[in-house]
């Protein structure tokens, strides 16, 4: 016989185990990811039973793979603008959240007497928490629908972000070890410099590409690329200095925002699931079944922390946010759990030998803890507010809902900060690729053409005009490129009031311009260079070619912002109804709050009992307070429907709403009473007629209020009328003398009918 390499054996036991053990959670109905910690720890060195894992270092380059496709995966569902459009409100209940729960982690950890690094990874584990776990349990007691489920989603986007900052902070503080404010500063600016120009480079570079490319691109050429493109940034990262998580992450969301994000989501989840899974395995080899007994207080302590802390946190950013009480109480409690990235975290800190073992036993215990506890934190978090509400004296209550009410009655902003963010956004843009150009400029380019001309300045003037040359658009826009907005042309009309402030930031960016071409030459050559010839000599070609340079430059920008929006633009060209339909909501969404309500969108059970029926028959805005704003019908899309548009089967329904109408409709909107009982025999439906005459007294109703669908449990699906045929009426079909009316329904009430006139 061949000889099979362990890892292949070692394969088979990880995959077969976490098959087994995820299909029994699977029908208990639990999280998979805390079956493939069980599953590894059944198949690890603590557990003795059944055959362990021999080859466990392989296994931990797998799980090292599994790590950077979950990332990569994370990234292609994050999207940067996605974080731009949660808003405010989840904006500042994320920080106050993570700021809040990391810091008490890290002196919750000094307490227990543990190490620095410890305490700091323990505070880096608890940042974030599960959206899968919350998802599930949200759709599990039915409350996606309601406002505060809309703030807890965007507060996961953001922490998604935000921990993966911290994790590229902490590997540099675990490397470093330096705890300086200003050495972590300084970490926190490369750190945002480098995912700018990343982003600004990919989404340039990336979408044209794979746009030229799109008819050579096959699945199986879309997954090669997509996959080296990711392992491709992962070694770019780690050999700028970061960690290999974040390149995998920062990939993932370039390609988020091209148009084959779907299939290459697509495509790399099966790769993701399977590397994925290792991770999770190998993640519950850890455990050591001694170690959580020993270690049992810390695991309480934190389980502890992370129930109270992050209800606190997050209770405390989202009424700062100006969140009313109740909702605010709501999304505390839905985020009380430890996420997947705390194993992820303890790994990072592990590979790094930074963190001690029992860091992972006890992520472990207090995860498994915050996840059967989710569930029910959620469907309590109503009754906890109002004993809060009894609670709190009432003027407090009173004061908090005017202060929720004034924040989120704020007006728009004014035109002046506007203008003044248009004027950041080009600085910060522009100032990002001109310094990118700077280093690339002084670490290559000067030392490869110091090697090839002798002339020291023949050298200079080389490397200057090459580097100038290249830089002059952004140079350009820096200096002279002014907002495109209609309230920066409103502010330069009024001559009276802005045009000298005006002038005042347009003379402040010129300096700018001028002080970064001379350090940027100083660089390079000398600051005697800088001062006498390079300045004069940039800012002369500037003028003289500016319409040029302006044009170049606008051909860029265009680009640019034509990638940047494809994904959109293609789903809006090729009719997706979907697409449209998730971008105007999110749009009205922030005008909704100062209602306190929003979008939400159903779809038409084919068994309710209201398909078929009018809006104006319906009469929901009358009894509910709910407005339809639109109907989704296949690829379909009808905006603010009329009185007589019908609802069908399968239809997607937008109403706007507040939670607490939502909670009074829906039970009716999901309602699937059948026309027909459930104890009705099939034998009994039948279709039967009835004559319209002096005792069925039905001359002169419509079928609408005729009573005939009550009495009978049936539709009227025809009316004869002398030699004319009318196959299903309208509902608004007056009967007349000697009407054949043909009923499809019970047969033993239709013959009850017909026997009591």
Sequence with gaps: MGHLPKLIEDLALILMAGAIITLLFKRIKQPLVLGYIIAGFLVGPHFHLIPTVVDIE???????????????????????????RVGGSASI????????????????????????????????????????????????????????????????????????????????????????????????????????????TGIFL?????????????????????????????????????SAELGAFVMGSIIAETTFAERVEHLTKPVKDLFGSVFFVSVGMMIDPAAMVEYAWPILCVTLLTLFGKLFSTTLGALLSGQPLKQSVQVGM???????????????????????????????????????TTPYLIKYSEPFYTFIAKLLPDKWVNRLNRYSSSTQNIQAESDWKIVLKSYGRIALINGIVLLALILVSSNFLLPFVHEKVEDETLRIIIVL???????????????????????????????????????????????????????????????????????????????????????????????????????????????????????????????????????????????????????????WREQYGINIVYIKRGDKLMHVPGRHNRLLPFDQVGVIATDDQIQVFKPVFDTTESIIPDEADVNDISLQKILVDEHTKLKGSDIRNSGLRERTNGLVVGIQREKERILNPDSSTVFEWGDIVWIVGDRKKILQFNQEK
């Excluded at 809040?100 to 608890?126: C, E, H, P, R, V």
């Excluded at 985020?335 to 790094?352: D, H, P």
């Design 58 to 84: 392989n296994v931990k380059t797998l799980a090292d793979i599994g790590v950077i496709f979950l990332l990569f995966s994370l990234g292609l569902e994050f999207s940067f603008k996605k974080l731009m």
């Design 93 to 200: 209940t994320a920080f106050v959240e993570i700021i809040f729960i990391t810091i008490a982690g890290y002196f919750l950890g000094k307490i227990l007497g543990w190490s620095t690094m410890d305490s700091l990874f323990l505070g880096g584990m608890l940042a974030s928490s599960s959206t899968t776990i919350i998802i599930k349990a949200f759709d599990e007691l039915g409350i996606k629908t309601k406002q505060f489920a809309r703030i807890v989603f965007g507060v996961l986007v953001v922490e998604d972000i935000v921990v993966i900052l911290l994790m590229v902070l902490l590997s540099t503080v675990a490397v470093t070890q330096q705890f300086e404010g200003t050495e972590i500063l300084l970490t926190v600016l490369k750190l945002l410099f480098f995912l700018a120009l990343w982003f600004i």
């Design 206 to 242: 990336l979408p044209t590409f794979l746009k030229r490319a799109k008819k050579l691109m096959d699945e199986e050429t879309l997954l090669i690329l997509s996959i080296g493109l990711c392992l491709g940034m992962v070694v770019l990262a780690t050999q700028v200095g970061f």
């Design 334 to 372: 839905s985020m009380a759990q430890i996420g997947e990235f705390a194993f992820i975290v303890a790994t990072l800190g592990l590979s790094l030998g930074v963190i001690s073992d029992f860091l992972f036993p006890v992520a472990v215990g207090a995860s498994a803890i915050t996840t059967f």
């Design 465 to 619: 005009v090459i580097s100038l040359g290249a830089a002059a658009p952004f140079m350009w826009a820096l200096m002279a490129k002014r907002p495109n907005n209609q309230a920066y042309k409103e502010l330069w009309i009024d001559k009276k009031y802005n045009r000298g402030p005006l002038l005042i930031v347009e003379i402040a960016r010129n300096i700018l311009g001028v002080l970064v071409i001379a350090f940027w030459v100083d660089r390079l050559a000398s600051t005697q260079v800088a001062l006498l010839v390079a300045i004069p000599i940039t800012i002369l070609v500037l003028i003289i070619f500016s319409k040029r340079i302006q044009k170049f430059y606008q051909r860029i920008e265009s680009r640019f912002i034509t990638n940047l929006n494809a994904r959109e633009t293609a789903a809006a060209n090729g009719g997706s109804a979907e697409a449209n339909i998730l971008r105007k909501n999110v749009d009205f969404q922030s005008d909704l709050v100062p209602w306190d309500a929003h979008i939400i969108e159903m779809e038409v059970n084919p068994h309710a009992e209201y398909v078929g029926k009018t809006l104006l028959e319906l009469a």
